[in-house]
């Protein structure tokens, strides 16, 4: 477990300038010092100690939406986004092995949450600040556990321009203040991080001698977005594939053949674009019949690709209603910002397709708004997603 020596260091050397430039893994060190608060309380099996700190997020992710989404004006969205989150095939996983995506996805989560809430408030209430300084906390903290959450940062800022636009002249006056707070709120956990890191990742990660000679630091990758946009289409398909039964029926044959020319031209890139995860398995297992394999790939990306425009055409249909629906829009701007952050991501570091995880929320928020029906088919594909998950977590076991 790759992850453990950092658990392990912040357990008995303390929380230190020095033990945090010290730190080894991708993600930042706030999700590694909940596990190590834990491994100090009970030192007996550090690895159990830390799967039970990570399942103890999982649980408070699962309360604290079903507390706390009552009280907010879309419930049923915020239902919906941790519905989607819990059956993501990588929630089990990311528990078993450790990871950093239950205690980022609390914090995340209910930080957008509060955030939403608070911004996109009809009228100012003095009482609702401490929501929205909470929510930024909240997002803050995320991002020193995952910086990939640092997307919500624009997000937050754009989403509040285009809430604080709608309101009358009287009342933007009234809000720029209460704006301001909740947004910087965010800002000093990431600084601090900054500060002793000298950057976005800990000086073993920018310098490559990190685990498994991974390196990741800031600067333009034009190919990384292509492929995170890949996976966001690819995982988004379970969600959102009833969008096919809407697409006019004068465009289907145009779609069709979008679809069937993207999967064969994806064939050609097929080395670059999968990344480690289930799907680059399932498409291993066929290595030893190229022929299969690559159409197997083709029609897996071909589908992905029909689904996509399927849901574009669907999105612009219901554009008014939607955009309408501010839980919605943020969701949308977060989605964009993360795949626009993979710009600024350069090394050696793949994109794991787990990392879509970190947008569960959001991809959850925006299919049911687009199609909010849960249907038995889809009922049905997102049991499957969920089994694919105790799959994943116990074919080692046996």
Same mark, same amino acid.
């Given at each position: ?9 912040? *357990? ?19 999700? !590694? ?16 100690? *830390? ?27 915020? !239902? ?13 996983? *990311? ?304």
């Amino acid at each position: 477990m790759y992850h453990l020596p950092d658990v392990h260091r912040y *357990a008995h050397e303390g929380v230190t300038a020095n033990s945090i430039r010290a730190h080894i893994n991708a993600p930042g060190p706030t999700a !590694y010092l909940w596990m190590a608060l834990a491994v100090r309380m009970f030192p007996a099996n550090e690895l159990r100690s *830390a799967r039970a700190s990570i399942l103890v997020c999982w649980l408070l992710l699962g309360a604290g939406i079903l507390a706390a989404a009552r009280y907010t004006r879309f419930p049923s969205f915020w !239902y919906s986004a941790l519905f989607v989150t819990l059956a993501f095939p990588h929630a089990l996983i *990311a528990t078993a092995l450790v990871m950093t995506d239950g205690p980022a996805l609390l914090l995340a989560t209910l930080g957008t949450l509060m955030w939403v809430e608070f911004l996109s408030l009809p009228t100012f209430d003095l009482d609702r600040e401490p929501v929205g300084v909470a929510g930024g906390v909240l997002i803050g903290l995320a991002i020193t556990c995952r910086q990939y959450f640092l997307a919500l940062l624009p997000a937050g800022l754009v989403f509040a321009l285009l809430q604080w636009r709608k309101r009358s002249a009287q009342a933007r006056s009234l809000w720029v203040l209460p704006i301001l707070l909740s947004l910087a709120a965010s800002i000093p956990p990431v600084l601090l991080l900054v500060a002793v890191w000298k950057g976005l990742s800990s000086p073993n990660m920018a310098s490559g001698i990190s685990y498994h000679n991974w390196k990741s630091t800031v600067g333009a990758n034009f190919w990384r977005p292509i492929v995170t946009t890949f996976y966001i289409a690819l995982y988004s398909l379970p969600l959102t594939f009833p969008a096919m039964r809407h697409v006019p029926r004068e465009q289907r044959w145009r779609t069709l053949l979008v679809a069937v020319l993207g999967g064969f031209a994806a064939v050609h890139f097929m080395s670059a674009l999968l990344q480690p995860g289930p799907f680059n398995s399932v498409v291993g297992i066929l290595s030893r019949t190229p022929r299969v394999q690559s159409l197997f790939f083709a029609t897996i990306v071909g589908a992905t690709v029909y689904n996509l425009v399927a849901v574009v055409l669907l999105f612009w249909e219901k554009r008014t209603i939607l955009f309408s629906s501010p839980p919605v829009v943020f969701s949308i701007l977060a989605i964009i910002f993360f795949v626009a952050e993979q710009f600024g991501i350069q090394g050696n570091l793949p994109f794991y397709d787990r990392y879509v995880i970190q947008l569960a929320p959001f991809l959850g928020i925006t299919a049911f708004a687009l199609l909010p029906k849960l249907s038995t088919p889809r009922l049905l594909v997102l049991g499957a997603s969920s089994a694919l998950g105790q799959y994943m977590l116990w074919r080692y076991a046996f």
